[in-house]
C-alpha cells in the first residue's frame, strides 16, 4: 500500500543538527563568568530541549535557578554568547541529506518545529538546510505555547495546508514524540539524536530510526 503521508515535520537539534557543543561551550563559558561549576559537553544532552529559558535553569545550582533576576541575567549572557557561536561547531548530521532528498523527490512538505529560539533556529535552517525548501520554520515565539503543545504543529500543518494525520513528525526526545501524538501526527524517533531508544519509546513513537536513510527505507515499504 502506497504511504499516505505528504509532509515532513523536524525537530531542529539532535535531530537534523548536531548543536551540542556549541550549546555547552556558550552556557559553559557564562557559568565560569559567574564563577559556578561547568558541566560535560553530553550532560547537555539531558539540559537541552525545552527552551534556552528551561536550559538555563537547569544547569544553574538550585539556588541560583530560584532567583529570577539571576536566571534572566544568565539567560541574557547566554543568548549574547550563543549569538556569537551558533555555528561554530554545527553539523548536519550524516544521512540527513539523503533523507531529505529523498522526501524532496517524493513531494514531501518539509518543516522544522524546534524550542530553540526562533531567531536562531532559522539562522541554522537558513546556513544548515538552505539545499532544500521549508515553507515553515519555527522556534520557540512569544505568544506560542511551546512543544509538547500541539499549537506549533498544528500551525504548520494548517501553512502546508495538509490534514496532521497526513504528516511524520521526526524528533530525537520524548517532547517531540508527545507533540506528535498531541497533534494527531505520527511519532517517529530518531536514536542519532540526544536521547536514548527507551525514552522514546514510551512517550508514544510509532517508530525507531537508527540513522535518517531508515525513514526512506520504511517509506519504501509502506
Avoid at 559553559?28 to 534556552?52: C, M, Q, S, T, W
Avoid at 539545499?131 to 511551546?146: S, T, Y
Amino acid at each position: 500500500m502506497k504511504h499516505r503521508y505528504k509532509a515532513a515535520l523536524f525537530d531542529l537539534d539532535g535531530t537534523l543538527l548536531d548543536t551540542l557543543q556549541d550549546i555547552a561551550e556558550s552556557m559553559n563559558k557564562v557559568l565560569e563568568k559567574h564563577g559556578l561549576p561547568i558541566h560535560p559537553v553530553d550532560r547537555y544532552r539531558y539540559f537541552v530541549g525545552d527552551g534556552a529559558k528551561i536550559l538555563v535553569e537547569r544547569v544553574l545550582p538550585p539556588d541560583k535557578a530560584s532567583d529570577k533576576r539571576y536566571l534572566e541575567r544568565c539567560l541574557k549572557d547566554f543568548l549574547a554568547l550563543y549569538a556569537q557561536n551558533w555555528d561554530s561547531n554545527a553539523v548536519l548530521y550524516p544521512g540527513i541529506s539523503d533523507m531529505l532528498e529523498a522526501l524532496d523527490e517524493r513531494g514531501f512538505a518539509l518543516a522544522v518545529l524546534s524550542n530553540k529560539p526562533h531567531d536562531f533556529t532559522r539562522l541554522c535552517v537558513k546556513k544548515f538546510l538552505n539545499r532544500w525548501k521549508f515553507p515553515a520554520v519555527f522556534g520557540e515565539r512569544p505568544g506560542i505555547k511551546r512543544k509538547p503543545s500541539p499549537q506549533g504543529a498544528l500551525e504548520i500543518a494548517k501553512r502546508l495546508g495538509v490534514k496532521p494525520q497526513d504528516c511524520i513528525y521526526l524528533g530525537d526526545t520524548s517532547i517531540d514524540m508527545k507533540t506528535a501524538l498531541a497533534a494527531g501526527m505520527f511519532p517517529v524517533g530518531a536514536l542519532w539524536g540526544f536521547r536514548d531508544e527507551e525514552e522514546l519509546r514510551k512517550a508514544g513513537a510509532k517508530l525507531i530510526l537508527a540513522s535518517p536513510r531508515d525513514l526512506i527505507r520504511y517509506l519504501n515499504q509502506a
